[in-house]
């Protein structure tokens, strides 16, 4: 079984030089948990420069979903770049995106025709949505949820809800968005337990939202991850969604899923929403897409997306290259790579079950597919977060070759390129255990 190769303390001589030359000239607003200097990469298995071997278990934020530099992804883009780089599809015709349109339409399970708008990152896709809901329902108001992360754009930004860092000294936002409460039944907001509980976090919004603060007429849209990936990889109760779907119809509602970080076979489908049986009016894609190339999309139902030419485009959206990248790796995802995430995923909670059988500080193990998270607590009982604890497990695991993130206050999660086998979540499982043994064992 092959396991991480860590040959210099970390980090070592050539990534601490790089380091320094980094701090000198790069942005200080970016978070980097750990050292992690990185020359190459393959599948599931990333060198840094010093020739150190790691397990990578955060496949660059949940998006090399093939696995690094999958060699059909790698062909695709080199036979694409020999072609075409760019032409600003918002300007010009070409295939890659006409075909990738055409493809990510078919991929909804009502069968109704859907039109997309192509950006290059998830903010961008969301900013498009928020943009397009607007104008489609001529509405101003929109709900979206606390511990939701849907971007740093200005827009975007007004939506999340995920940490204070990411908003301070930002203000004023973007008014009329009103943040409720998630389905989030290991803390939840009203006290409740599930399922006596009625998924009353959905109901809320219904029952007290629209009758004291909120016109209902006047909203444009319900912005919602079907899993809460940055606030803590949180999967709400099987009603929750459904109950957003009913009120929103009710009024006329939008229902956009940012499928961000959920989408694109991550959960075990193409889309986590379809766990819910739900099919939202808007959707919004990006990390997954492409394996590492950027590219955002947002897609709607063709009657909603009815703005107007010239409301809305970017230069680089729906680059060729991108395109093509996302189409080779869609059909990986259809052809080989769902099947496997539903195994590895069942595989990787059984692991983590175990291990919380043996460690009080495990407080909650979740996740659907290849989206994991696991909550760290001082206490069961009190539930107090286990912030300190959390990020000592996350550094001493990268001392062993294994690469995670945090997620949420007090959660790691577990977002691997969907390429993972049997053998390599047993590595890092095991490697988990021995890091949570020395850290609060
Ligand atoms: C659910 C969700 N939406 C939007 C975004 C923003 O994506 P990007 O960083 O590509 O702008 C993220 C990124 O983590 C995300 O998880």
């Not at 001589?13 to 948990?33: C, G, H, Q, V």
């Not at 209902?216 to 999967?235: D, K, L, N, R, T």
Request: proline share 5%.
């Amino acid at each position: 079984m092959k396991q991480p190769k860590i040959k210099t303390k970390l980090p070592g001589p050539k990534a601490s030089k790089l380091i320094d030359e980094d701090n000198a000239f790069m942005s200080p607003s970016y978070t980097r948990t750990y050292p992690l200097v990185v020359d190459k990469a393959k599948g599931v298995w990333v060198q840094d420069v010093d020739g150190n071997e790691f397990l990578d278990f955060t496949a660059g934020i949940a998006v090399c979903s093939t696995g690094h530099c999958h060699p059909r992804v790698v062909r695709t883009i080199k036979e694409q770049a020999e072609n075409l780089l760019h032409m600003a599809g918002t300007d010009f015709y070409y295939v890659p995106q006409i075909s990738l349109a055409k493809k990510l339409s078919s991929l909804f399970p009502d069968g109704t025709n859907h039109k997309v708008y192509f950006g290059c990152t998830g903010a961008e896709a969301v900013e498009a949505a928020f943009k397009l809901a607007r104008q489609h329902t001529k509405r101003e108001l929109n709900i979206a949820f606390f511990g939701s992360f849907h971007g740093r754009t200005m827009g975007a930004l007004s939506l999340t809800a995920s940490k204070t860092i990411q908003k301070k000294n930002y203000n004023p936002l973007v008014p009329g968005i009103t943040h409720v409460p998630y389905g989030y039944c290991y803390r939840c907001p009203y006290d409740h337990s599930y399922p006596q509980c009625g998924a009353e976090c959905a109901h809320w919004i219904e029952d007290t939202l629209f009758r004291t603060t909120m016109p209902p007429e006047e909203v444009a849209a319900i912005f919602v991850e079907p899993i809460q990936g940055e606030g803590g990889c949180v999967v709400p109760p099987p009603e929750f969604h459904r109950a957003l779907s009913n009120i929103a119809k009710k009024y006329g509602i939008l229902l956009v899923a940012d499928e961000v970080q959920s989408g694109m076979g991550r959960t075990g489908k193409m889309f986590a929403m379809e766990h819910f049986g739900v099919v939202p009016d808007i959707v919004t894609l990006a990390k997954g897409i492409a394996s590492g190339l950027p590219l955002g999309a947002m897609i709607a139902r063709a009657e909603i997306m009815d703005w107007e030419a010239g409301s809305h485009s970017s230069t680089f959206g729906g680059n060729p290259v991108s395109c093509q990248a996302a189409l080779t790796t869609i059909q990986l995802i259809e052809e080989e790579l769902m099947a496997n995430v539903n195994v590895q995923g069942q595989h990787l909670l059984n692991g983590l079950n175990a291990l919380q059988g043996v460690y009080e500080c495990m407080g909650d193990v979740r996740g659907k597919g290849l989206m994991v998270g696991v909550e760290f607590v001082k206490d069961r009982k009190t539930k107090e977060r286990a912030t300190e604890w959390r990020d000592e497990i996350i550094m001493k695991a990268f001392q062993k070759g294994l690469l995670l993130l945090g997620c949420g206050e007090n959660s790691i999660r577990f977002s691997p390129p969907l390429t993972v086998t049997s053998d390599e979540v047993d590595v890092c499982v095991s490697i988990l255990d021995e890091a949570i043994k020395e850290v609060a064992g």
